[in-house]
């Protein structure tokens, strides 16, 4: 085996050493028990007392998703006039300009919902200050309010009868204090110790090997890369994510970062099993989740490595594997198992471009998307997977002869129809807006807008239409990855994936959270021989199908039409 | 028990005439609607008869050739007709089912009587059944036949129910107690009763199965909905797939006919379980109708199929009818004829059927014996005082001419009786009524002149095979729980013996009740058989609770369902029906699921193929052309239905193997199976096509 492939095993492998202590803790901050960090408690208190919070008030379905509901809408309008009038605020040593008001919608609202589309490069779009206290924040708060969601979603599943869902701005406050801060510390030490940029001071220039004198833009990154990867935020400081030398120095870096990207999304995994003191049903998930991420870091590996076919029948050796848009300091190996980690987890830094990947490695990391409920987003990675359960369990109860319930309680019309709505939200907005953008590059190439849909697309055919494919479905998913060749930065985009960015953050939160309230407040029905037991392998087995059933009927046709289209005209 | 098998044979032809022209009846839009998935196709059905009426008037040859627009739509509204034709079919047998046991009660002759102040009027007035009315009185003599469902409110009579129930015993039936309930269309055999009617007319409960099955009245059950609901939610994901897929296709140069969009669409939309989900529904009642069970509701049959706690009473149902002598123990110094004189002696007047067993076991013994006969019977019992049980005395006996006192009774009740007369109770007697009790048996002591002479020993006889029916309960995680009016220590040893889990002694009503209440509290649904007035409660109580059709009509009003068999352990019967009907549904939308993706593969490179020919490596199939390959998975699609009908009909077996193991075992067979039979499937009809294309 070689040293590349044997790293990712190493990397993965130390990702699920550090995840599962990591969720045994989550789990004893979420019940308020004794934890290392309970010296954030007097900071905790300052913070609740001036916003007037009682964070023991107990809060039903309604409640809790209203309070989440109307901080972010302050958040997104604070973002909104922020990066409109940057320019004119200070901390600004490269003086870049404010952003165009559909620009600074899609940013706002981008970083609102944890995705972090960025049709702007960091080093020109945003100031230092816009980075720092709205970029930043948001990727804290944004990745907080995720975890609080899941946080509600436990506590219904541990009571066996309840309104109470726990307090919003408890767990708000909580994840942000005694895990993405002190988690974002050591990450941030780490890159700084390892070469990425801590300071305020504006572009510095070098002179090259060739003696050309270049800009290079700096800024304190570190931190701002830390809790990127940690709270699957994915918006890099610099234009080029992870792939820049700054962003990502070294292997060992790629290293770290790419552990952060898993950890907190498969930790929560564990955490709900410590928390609801169902062990067995956190390792079935994380069993499912983990059966497909493997298979699809196999694949992606093995075609990265293997290099491009058409390369091949020009006759070049390709030892390295394909290695268009990858860095030569991390490898292919590397790549591609970053790739399937990013868009498992919604995270959406790259640390090469997807747009440069092998046809089926393209593939995969849409289809990963589409899913997206292997680990998924911090907190809402689990949510989407409980959506798949709850539609696991009504078929499958349907199978064994017993109306349908899962832990104790009876999955009836109201939760299938809510499921059903989510299920079908997805295909609705990937598929709807991609058919847009499709309709009007062939029927309206050269409609008088800034930018013509002709000129969208910097390739063309199939490869042309996973741009399109890729932008809406990371949208959706609040991943954040572009397939770039793509020209996004224009009304037409900015607005579309940003409605399709709101939906896809929001609805996906409110609707399990919904069913979850709904499901705790009906009668606790204790298990029986003839319960069929959802922490069992073999109704592991039945929500992967499920998920693979969904996944494959909705986006078939589509990734039909792109990436296997593509596969079988180069191979 | 003799049960009458009512089958039909599931084409029967003249249900199937029946069918057919329901299936067209069916067509009606303002119907179809009601079945979401059918009517998109319905809807597709008509697109493609106005493409192929446009063609033939245009002479439009964009749409491909006219004889395939044809053909497709001709498929499609076969597809439609084939689910129709499901349903129509189901209900026609649900319908000739009920119509079976209604024929008997249509427009009998009732001879009307009026109800006076303190009786009845003398003369009677003959009308037709049809026009009885709730509350109005109507005598029946021997040899009548009952016109209504009611209640006798004056004389006894015995009656053949076979028609209802298939037993060809006649029963008793009398007025007050709790076997005071008459059905209508059985017949009277002896003595003459006069019967209140109980229900409106078109409001039996056999009227309201009828119009369940019919549709009529049918409404989706809380399960149904849900499951409509997510087929839906399916049917739009397929109509966004289809839909947008129209931008995609222009996108990559490739023109597709509205006859692939709407193939395309009406393969990948559930049909299969759009088709078969109202047959199936019911299917299940028709099931229950069959088993001689009547639901109230659909809703009554699928939630058996949940029951988690089942009680059951312990007479009739565990053990046959009641308890039997089954030996004397006469007491030292006591000879064994003596014994059996006395014990006979104190059961003449005992009417109970433990008293008549005592004089039954009493006359075998002694025929043994020929030489004793002459005690028992040349006895005098003329100027005898008898003296009935009562729940004060706990014993009942006889004193006879000279004054000697005969009594029968508990152990407890007579041994007061004894030392407070100064007697001692003999140990061997005292020894003998632990051992009986200990054994599950009952004893009962018999005393003369307050000195204790022996014990009669009473046993419960355990029905055989019921331990099978109790594990196979357990098995599908149903705990059955006996109630009996007996003391803790029978209860244990009979429910030991049974296999039931929990048992309820010396239960009184009340107790029913409570214990339901109990467990309903901790989450569970109980169901519940019982027949008498006392019952009722308990029977509205449960989630389930099936009276008996000669229970009373109280008892009939509260629950749910009504055995017509009178057979207490239907229930087992009605929870597998009720199981099921779940799985009959669960296990189709699986298949009709799993389907979609041998579809995908045959359809998708078919449009495709033209524009893009790097896409025939998905013809995993190698369909012959693209023409062929879209016809085949219309065709599939639409005889899969029609093929699927016997097992809608029948329901798929359920096996008590545990829910995982069942889960596992499904998936397998429907889904896998659900995956890989349409690519048989398509491929043959493929290579059939292949012969005239």
């Known amino acids: ?571 | 028990m003799k049960q009458r098998k009512r089958s039909i044979k599931l084409f029967d032809p003249a249900l199937t005439g029946t069918a057919i022209q329901q299936s067209f009846i069916k067509l009606n839009p303002a119907l179809m609607i009601k079945n979401p998935v059918m009517f998109t196709v319905e809807i597709g059905t008509a697109v493609m008869l106005v493409v192929s009426a446009w063609q033939a008037v245009t002479g439009d040859t964009t749409q491909g050739a006219l004889w395939y627009n044809i053909t497709i739509f001709a498929i499609l509204f076969i597809t439609v007709l084939f689910a129709n034709f499901a349903e129509a079919l189901a209900e026609a047998r649900g319908k000739a089912q009920a119509e079976s046991l209604r024929k008997t009660r249509e427009d009998t002759p009732a001879k009307k009587i009026t109800a006076t102040g303190n009786g009845f009027s003398k003369e009677t007035t003959v009308v037709a059944s049809s026009t009885l009315k709730l509350g109005d009185h109507f005598v029946c003599e021997a040899g009548d036949i009952i016109p209504m469902d009611g209640e006798i409110v004056k004389g006894i009579a015995t009656i053949d129910e076979s028609a209802i129930t298939g037993e060809s015993a006649p029963v008793i039936r009398e007025a007050g107690g709790d076997k005071s309930s008459v059905t209508g269309g059985t017949k009277i055999l002896s003595d003459r009763i006069i019967v209140k009617v109980t229900t409106a007319p078109g409001e039996s409960f056999l009227d309201k199965m009828i119009a369940l099955v019919e549709g009529a009245s049918r409404q989706k059950t809380p399960n149904e909905i849900a499951l409509t609901i997510l087929l839906a939610a399916f049917t739009l994901i397929f109509i966004i797939v289809c839909v947008t897929l129209k931008p995609f296709a222009d996108y990559a140069n490739t023109p597709i006919t509205i006859a692939a969009f709407i193939s395309l669409f009406v393969c990948l939309i559930p049909t299969t379980i759009g088709g078969l989900l109202s047959a199936i529904g019911i299917a299940g009642m028709d099931r229950a109708l069959r088993a001689n069970v009547i639901a109230k509701s659909g809703k009554a049959v699928e939630t058996a199929g949940d029951i988690d706690v089942l009680l059951l009473d312990k007479t009739g149902t565990i053990t046959i009818g009641n308890r039997k002598a089954t030996n004397f123990y006469p007491a030292n110094g006591v000879s064994n004829k003596e014994f059996i004189r006395i014990s006979a002696l104190s059961s003449m007047s005992d009417d109970t059927p433990e008293g008549k067993s005592i004089i039954e076991l009493a006359k075998s013994n002694i025929e043994k014996s020929d030489t004793s006969k002459v005690i028992l019977f040349s006895e005098d019992l003329s100027g005898a005082r008898f003296i009935k049980f009562t729940a004060e005395t706990r014993s009942s006996g006889v004193t006879m001419a000279n004054g000697t006192r005969i009594r029968k009774g508990a152990f407890d009740a007579i041994r007061n009786m004894t030392v407070k007369a100064g007697n001692t109770v003999p140990a061997e007697t005292e020894e003998k009524v632990k051992l009986i009790a200990g054994n599950g048996g009952t004893p009962l002591v018999v005393a003369v002149d307050d000195e204790i002479k022996g014990v009669i020993e009473l046993q419960d006889i355990i029905k055989p095979g019921i331990q099978e029916r109790f594990e196979r309960l357990r098995k599908m995680g149903v705990k059955t729980v006996m109630v009996t009016g007996d003391n803790p220590l029978t209860a244990k040893y009979i429910a030991n013996v049974a296999g039931v889990d929990d048992f309820i002694a010396e239960a009184k009503p009340e107790d029913k009740m409570n214990y339901i209440r109990q467990e309903q509290s901790s989450g569970k649904l109980v169901a519940m058989m019982g027949d008498g007035t006392n019952d009722a409660p308990a029977l509205a109580q449960a989630d389930v609770g099936v009276s008996m059709n000669s229970g009373t009509q109280a008892a009939k009003e509260a629950g749910n369902m009504i055995d017509l068999d009178n057979d207490p352990t239907k229930l087992i019967e009605v929870v597998e029906i009720g199981k099921q009907l779940l799985i009959t549904r669960g296990t189709l939308t699986t298949f009709s699921i799993a389907n979609d993706v041998a579809k995908y593969f045959a359809i998708v490179p078919a449009l495709f193929i033209a524009s893009i020919p790097a896409l025939q490596s998905l013809n995993i199939m190698n369909l012959k052309s693209p023409e062929s390959a879209i016809l085949s998975a219309v065709i599939f699609n639409a005889i899969i239905i029609p093929m699927l009908i016997p097992l809608a009909l029948k329901g798929v077996a359920y096996k008590p193997i545990g829910a995982s193991a069942l889960l596992r075992r499904n998936l397998l067979i429907y889904g896998l199976g659900g995956i890989i039979a349409p690519f048989i499937g398509i491929k043959l009809i493929d290579m059939l096509l292949g012969v005239f294309m």
Request: aromatic share 12%.
């Open chain 1, 1 to 571: 085996m070689s040293t590349e492939i044997l790293g990712t095993i190493i990397i993965f492998l130390f990702t699920m050493m550090l995840a599962y202590p990591l969720g045994k803790y989550m789990a004893k901050v979420f019940n308020g028990e004794k934890t290392l960090t309970d010296f954030m408690n007097p900071l905790e208190r300052l913070i609740f007392r001036i916003s007037g919070i009682n964070p023991k008030e107990s809060m039903n379905w309604k409640q809790f998703l209203k309070a989440m509901l109307t901080i972010n809408m302050l958040w997104l309008v604070y973002a909104f006039f922020m990066l409109l009038f940057q320019d004119k605020l200070p901390l600004n040593p490269d003086g870049n300009p404010g952003q165009t008001p559909d620009l600074a919608f899609n940013t706002a609202i981008s970083f609102l919902v944890n995705c972090n589309l960025q049709h702007y490069s960091g080093e020109s779009g945003l100031t230092y200050l816009t980075q720092l206290i709205v970029i930043t924040f948001l990727q804290f708060v944004s990745a907080a309010t995720g975890i609080a969601a899941l946080v509600a979603l436990f506590n219904g599943l541990k009571e066996k009868t309840t309104n109470n869902l726990g307090n919003f701005w408890n767990y708000l406050v909580k994840s942000t204090t005694r895990i993405l801060l002190p988690l974002s510390i050591v990450v941030a030490a780490i890159l700084a110790f390892n070469g990425t940029p801590t300071s305020y001071d504006g572009k510095d220039s070098i002179v090259t090997l060739q003696g050309d004198s270049v800009q290079v833009s700096r800024g304190p990154a570190a931190g701002m890369i830390a809790i990127k990867q940690l709270g699957t935020n994915g918006g890099g400081w610099f234009g080029v994510n992870s792939a820049h030398p700054l962003e990502n120095p070294n292997y060992f870096t790629n290293a770290v970062e790419t552990i952060a990207i898993l950890l907190i999304p498969i930790a929560l995994v564990f955490a709900l099993g410590f928390y609801i003191h169902r062990r067995k049903l956190a390792k079935v998930i994380f069993a499912v989740m983990t059966f497909l991420f493997v298979i699809f870091c196999t694949i992606n590996i093995y075609y990265e490595t293997k290099g491009n076919p058409a390369i091949d029948k020009l006759g070049v050796a390709q030892n390295m594997g394909s290695m268009e848009g990858k860095e030569v300091r991390l490898g292919a190996a590397a790549t591609a198992f970053w790739s399937v980690a990013t868009t498992s987890t919604s995270n959406g830094s790259v640390n090469g471009m997807h747009d440069s990947l092998t046809p089926v490695s393209g593939g995969v990391v849409i289809l990963d998307m589409m899913i997206n409920a292997l680990y998924g987003g911090v907190g809402v990675g689990l949510l989407n997977y409980f959506i798949f359960i709850i539609i696991a369990v009504f078929i499958s109860g349907l199978m064994v002869g017993r109306t349908p319930e899962f832990m104790g309680h009876k999955v009836e019309a109201r939760e299938v129809k809510i499921a059903a709505l989510i299920t079908l939200l997805s295909a609705f907005l990937i598929k709807g807006f991609t058919a847009l953008a499709a309709y009007m590059v062939i029927h309206h190439p050269e409609i008088g807008w800034a930018v013509k849909p002709s000129a969208w697309l910097n390739n063309p055919s199939y490869h042309g239409f996973s741009e399109m494919l890729y932008e809406y479905t990371s949208s959706n998913a609040n991943n954040g990855s572009g397939f770039e060749g793509l020209g996004d930065n224009n009304i037409f985009w900015n607005v579309s994936t940003g409605i399709v960015l709101l939906l896809g953050r929001f609805l996906p939160i409110i609707a399990p959270l919904a069913i979850m309230g709904l499901l705790a407040n009906k009668k606790f029905i204790p298990e029986s021989p003839g319960t069929l037991r959802t922490d069992s392998y073999t109704f592991g087995v039945m929500t992967l199908v499920i998920i693979i059933i969904i996944t494959a009927l909705s986006y078939l046709p589509a990734l039909g039409l792109g990436p296997i289209a593509e596969y079988f005209s180069i191979y």
